[in-house]
Each structure stands twice: as C-alpha cells, then as structure tokens.
Nanobody, 127 residues
Framework: EVQLVESGGGLVQAGGSLRLSCAASGFTFDDYAIAWFRQAPGKGREGVSSTMNNDGTKYYADSVKGRFTISSDNAKNTVYLQMNSLKPEDTAVYYC????????????????????WGQGTQVTVSS
C-alpha cells in the first residue's frame, strides 16, 4: 500500500522557519518525483517544489525561491521542505505527492501529474 505521511506543520510568526517531512512507503522511492503542493483557503492547489529522486533535479515556484529548500533522504524514503523567512501568504495546507511518469510537455507543478497524495499538514504564519 502506497502511503505518504506529512509532518512538521504548525503555527509560526512571520520571518520564522519550519521543516516539513514527507515519509513515503509502498513504492520504489528512487524512481519517483516527490513534490510539495499547498492550498490556501478559497484557492486552488499550488505547486511549491519538487525533487526528481532519479536524477536529483529540483524545482521551485517563484514565490518560494530563495526561501524554501527541498531535500531527499533516499535511505529514509523521506523528503523534506525547509521553509525559511516565512510570510503570512505562505499559510496553507501543505501536501506531498508522488509521481513516476510525467506526460510529455507537462509541468512538475501540475497536480494532475501526481498519482499519490498525503493527507496534508497545516502551516499557519502569523503577522
């Protein structure tokens, strides 16, 4: 059974930091791309960052470049999202997602490309 379990969310003041974890099981971790998405109240799901475990390529949304860092511990089947200099607009439910194959021309940030999803973890940034 495929499982993705997020942890590490919480309440933090603006300018603070959090580290999210996504523990994966039930599939060959090294063959998959793992991404972080977020969804704020009343908004659609937004791609935040993704790591391609097969070659180490990483992607970031423009809104988080320079503040967030994605990393992968293949020995632990876990992906992390280090979030620094947090802003109130980063408030959202953060989800991790996994995908093995991307359709030609598709984007890492398209939620429709991902087959497996975690349950989400709430991140709240107060001003």
């Amino acid at each position: 059974e495929v499982q993705l379990v997020e942890s590490g969310g919480g309440l933090v003041q603006a300018g603070g930091s959090l580290r999210l974890s996504c523990a994966a099981s039930g599939f060959t971790f090294d063959d998959y791309a793992i991404a972080w998405f977020r969804q704020a109240p009343g908004k659609g799901r937004e791609g935040v960052s993704s790591t391609m475990n097969n070659d180490g390529t990483k992607y970031y949304a423009d809104s988080v470049k320079g503040r967030f860092t994605i990393s992968s511990d293949n020995a632990k089947n876990t992906v992390y999202l280090q979030m620094n200099s947090l802003k109130p607009e980063d408030t959202a439910v953060y989800y991790c997602a996994a995908n093995m194959f991307f359709r030609y021309g598709s984007s890492w940030a398209s939620e429709y490309e991902y087959d497996y999803w975690g349950q989400g973890t709430q991140v709240t940034v107060s001003s």
